[in-house]
């Protein structure tokens, strides 16, 4: 009888492969996509004359006091670059591969993750950056016992507590544009600690009790549309051991995003988008295969910092 073990010839399993998937991406939530017929131009930016108290007394008889309610204080300017990244998928590896490996299908899968990682990356580290905020009162930085994650945090402090940071931001944002912000940002590793406290729970227990069991937070907080980021990039140099670090850190954002219809307004960013994400597949000169192209012409720009608060550190 033959021996254990040699009966079977080792080969690749056709219904399965191990493919680390990735998080949630946030950065078309955070700065809409807004399409632009020119790579670069100009927008205008309103003054803010409407929200002075003019002296509308009018006397028996008189004209009414004409006042200047509008200006155009200046313009901003976007340019759109272009990302973009190949590779070569040789047509021995097209004939050569077994199910469920797809060469071509594997690899424009994997340039588009790239791709939106990289947006991604782009927008995290513009709003996560205190020096692009042109206020100091609409960023702070958590140390010690005032991180939410420290053993000696207190969930009812009346300047420390969660609750009593989003009130802040919330107001700080209010006080520079008239408007609440609508959505806040808090990165997975954040999330889990806020779903924990105290505080929250008890919020939770009466608004959206539902959310208890799987202990995820809701969709909307503090009348705030949640986003939860999950998105991970690889901390270490190439060729070395992974380490997976959060594209979002650490930092809670808060920000006002104005409807998608209107033309004129307040917001906290854009995302111009000149050409949208484009795949090309041409045959590859001098090389026996086909060159697999994707690529984005967009420029991330930050609108309004004053639209925006950032809590950065909010854990350890």
Known sequence: MPSSGTLHITRALT?????????????????????????????????????RIADALRANGASGNEVEPWSISGTGTFACEEYSLEKIVTYLDQDDADAPIDPMMDTTEGLAE???LNWENRVAALVTAAANYATSGNTVTLTTTQQWNNASFSSTSKTDAIRVRIDTAKEAIRQQTGVYPTDIV?????ANVVARDSEVLE???????????NGALPPALWNLTVHVPGAIKDGSNFGQTFSGTDVWGKHVLLYYK?????????????TFENKPFQSTVEKADGKKGDRVELSHIV???MISEYCGYLIRDAIA
Not at 22 to 51: E, M
Not at 186 to 190: D, F, K, N, Q
Not at 258 to 270: I, L, V
């Open 299 to 301: 420029d991330e720009k």
């Open 203 to 213: 919020l939770l227990k009466y608004t959206h009790g539902d959310q208890l069991a």
């Open 258 to 270: 104005m409807p998608g219809s209107a033309r004129k307004g307040m917001t906290f960013g854009w």
């Open 114 to 116: 790239m791709l939106l």
């Open 186 to 190: 808090i990165p997975a590793s954040v």
């Open 15 to 51: 219904d399965f492969a191990l493919k680390y998937g990735q998080g949630t991406y946030i950065a078309g939530d955070v700065f809409p996509l807004k399409t632009t017929k020119n790579k670069s131009d100009k927008y205008f930016i309103y003054g803010r004359q409407d929200k």
